[in-house]
């Protein structure tokens, strides 16, 4: 939460810029920026999945990094921009058995996307531009077994990233972007080096509902 509000307020300082015109998309073709989208939907749903297991007591609680992502976009012309996002959300938790202390090591679980992105700009005017995109990608899914040891079980799938509603404001290069999108991820099961079958991922439909980020364009 506190990430979010950083950027937030970050981002709002750009609003007594002017945003770029359809002039200036010609010029500065290129943009990145990096920002932070919310994970309520799998801290919602986390004690179904693989972290959380009965035979433990006194589980401390499950701690989120949030969608951490970047971007890179190529702004082909003044309505279609091209580029690839990566993002990142890290779950960790320490636990404690009955009668023993708590482990000094956390288990943990991660999702990492790369995603190759379309952007569609359909609205440009003096104070904001509008746009949606959407992009479909690699997705893997990594977490530490409830056996404490070092090896990790690993499956790899989709992410499909869905930008319904994008507001970017700033000047010719420095700006804030805020979105209303949808993340949805899941992974395949897999063989491991044992034998073991690895059981489907559920699929997370509400991911990264809103998203804050800041970026330069060059």
């Not at 770029?20 to 500065?28: A, G, I, L």
């Not at 989208?37 to 990094?65: R, V």
């Not at 409830?146 to 930008?163: K, R, V, Y």
């Amino acid at each position: 939460m506190k990430k979010i509000l950083a950027l937030f307020i970050i981002s709002s300082f750009t609003l007594f810029c002017y945003a770029e015109t359809t002039e200036n998309r010609k010029v500065n073709r290129h943009e990145v920026r990096i920002g932070i989208g919310d994970c309520h939907y799998e801290a919602a749903h986390l004690e179904d999945g693989e972290m959380i297991h009965q035979d433990h007591i006194n589980n401390h609680g499950i701690m989120h990094s949030g969608h951490l992502f970047a971007e890179y976009q190529y702004r082909i012309n003044s309505w279609l921009g091209a580029g690839c996002t990566f993002d990142y959300m890290h779950n960790w938790q320490y636990r404690c058995g009955c009668n023993i202390s708590c482990y000094n090591e956390p288990l943990f679980s991660s999702n990492i996307s790369l995603i190759p992105t379309i952007r569609f700009t359909y609205f440009h005017d003096k104070m904001v531009n509008i746009y949606s995109a959407i992009g479909l990608g690699i997705h893997l899914f990594y977490n530490k077994g409830d056996d404490l040891q070092t090896n990790l079980n690993d499956n790899l799938g989709l992410a499909l990233d869905i930008c319904a509603l994008g507001i970017s404001i700033g000047n010719n290069h420095l700006f804030g972007a805020f979105e209303v999108g949808n993340m949805t991820t899941f992974t395949f099961p897999r063989m491991t080096f044992i034998g073991e079958t690895l059981r489907m991922t559920k699929p997370n439909p509400f991911s990264k509902l809103l998203r804050i980020s800041i970026g330069y364009r060059f």
